[in-house]
């Protein structure tokens, strides 16, 4: 108690209890210093009635906090599948592949919740799947082709986020995004050629531009939508893909895209920590909040590994898994800073350790089947009505980076080495 910050003379006058009363148990202790605390001197007495409520409680909760006394209590606190629990107390057993990973239910989205997303590859589900349930999922920049198919929506590339922000992989691209949309970052009129088309190193959108006309076009026309997209949604989700990040050297300005075809002499590369992390989604936060003080942050890990890695110490396993370790960190004490404003949605952990077939056949993207599942978790954390059905069956993702042709030709390349006798 004196290492608690206890003064001498309340440490003293307990001592002098516990000589007189020899209690063996916490509850004997508590129940001779609620028969003695009136005994002891005004600034004792004033200073013990602020220590002993939570002094008492924080021990009661550690010597109960692994008890396991009703089914719910073990679900939480007891890793699933354990095999004794199985044979002696068969309705405190759970499955790892059919619990969901939750403790509290933050169930603020309703059918007219203003939703938008952004972020990694894995965000295209999430943004589709709500898309799918009809909620009021907010697109203010659509590219959805007018002769495509809308039955074919939710195994594309369209509608992937609420602007046409195209994928954003580090949270460094999704501050300049929030900063962009509310004027306080201008992206350089930059462009990178590839063969006779050019994109833009801070946004990667398809299709790519023809001429700079085309590109300067879009450039106004995006930051008007996502000034309108972000001022509009009373939740936002973004899901964090990886660390290793590529900035551009004379403005510290991060590319969003694959940073091999830019110049490299500008670019300069940066695998952020914990802290750089958490001040990129405070900075990111406190943008947003100024210019729309109502808005909730939902948070997650993109389960998919790293596809490269530019380390030149680790094995590409190794780097992948740091990555996603620096981002669950950080985005633990990001929303520890946030608890009433900030939740995180655990659908890293769902695929990595709940799903029985996570992965597609390239055994990097997350099967049909594992979304689902993650969709369901989010469907019970944050749904005002949960949906336990109605779940999308997604193609798998490496088709949907193949453009029609481009699948053709996979499908007639076997096909000609057969013809030729290969």
């Not at 940066?270 to 210019?291: G, M």
């Amino acid at each position: 108690m004196k290492y608690d910050g206890l003064s001498f003379d309340s440490c003293e006058w307990l001592r002098e209890i516990f000589k007189k009363n020899q209690p063996v148990s916490l509850d004997q202790f508590q129940d001779c210093f609620e028969k003695s605390k009136n005994l002891a001197s005004q600034s004792v007495q004033k200073e013990l009635s602020v220590y002993f409520p939570s002094f008492f409680n924080d021990a009661k909760y550690n010597l109960n906090c692994y008890i396991r006394d009703i089914p719910e209590k073990t679900r939480v606190t007891q890793y699933p599948n354990n095999q004794n629990t199985k044979v002696r107390n068969p309705s405190h057993y759970f499955d790892i592949h059919q619990d969901l990973f939750f403790r509290n239910h933050h169930r603020f989205i309703t059918k007219d919740t203003p939703i938008g997303s952004a972020g990694s590859c894995f965000a295209t589900r999430i943004a589709h799947q709500l898309q799918s349930w009809g909620y009021n999922y907010i697109i203010k920049e659509d590219d959805l082709p007018e002769e495509f198919p809308i039955e074919n929506l939710y195994n594309s590339n369209y509608r992937q986020s609420s602007a046409r922000v195209g994928t954003l992989f580090n949270v460094p691209s999704m501050r300049q995004m929030v900063e962009r949309a509310f004027g306080l970052w201008e992206p350089e009129h930059i462009i990178v050629k590839e063969g006779d088309k050019i994109y833009d190193p801070f946004r990667s959108v398809s299709p790519l531009y023809s001429n700079y006309e085309e590109f300067a076009f879009d450039y106004n026309k995006h930051t008007l939508a996502l000034k309108s997209a972000l001022l509009s949604c009373d939740v936002f989700i973004l899901t964090l893909g990886l660390t290793e990040a590529w900035y551009f050297a004379h403005s510290g300005a991060y590319t969003s895209v694959s940073p091999h075809k830019i110049e490299p002499t500008l670019l300069r590369r940066k695998n952020l920590d914990v802290s750089e992390n958490v001040n990129e989604l405070e900075s990111l936060f406190a943008t947003y909040r100024k210019y729309n003080p109502k808005v909730k942050l939902i948070l997650s890990v993109s389960p998919v590994p790293l596809n490269k890695t530019y380390s030149q110490t680790d094995h590409i396993v190794s780097a992948s898994n740091l990555s996603k370790s620096i981002l669950r960190v950080a985005t633990d004490i990001f929303i520890k800073n946030h608890p009433d404003d900030a939740f995180y949605f655990p659908s890293y952990e769902m695929v990595m350790f709940g799903s029985e077939n996570p992965w597609e056949i390239d055994k990097r993207h997350v099967s049909s089947e594992s979304v689902q599942r993650v969709m369901h978790l989010f469907s019970e954390m944050f749904l005002a009505n949960p949906k336990p059905e109605g779940f999308l069956n997604f193609e798998p993702m490496q088709l949907l980076r193949k453009t029609p042709l481009m699948m053709l030709k996979n499908v007639l390349r076997p096909l000609r080495g057969i013809l030729k006798g290969d």
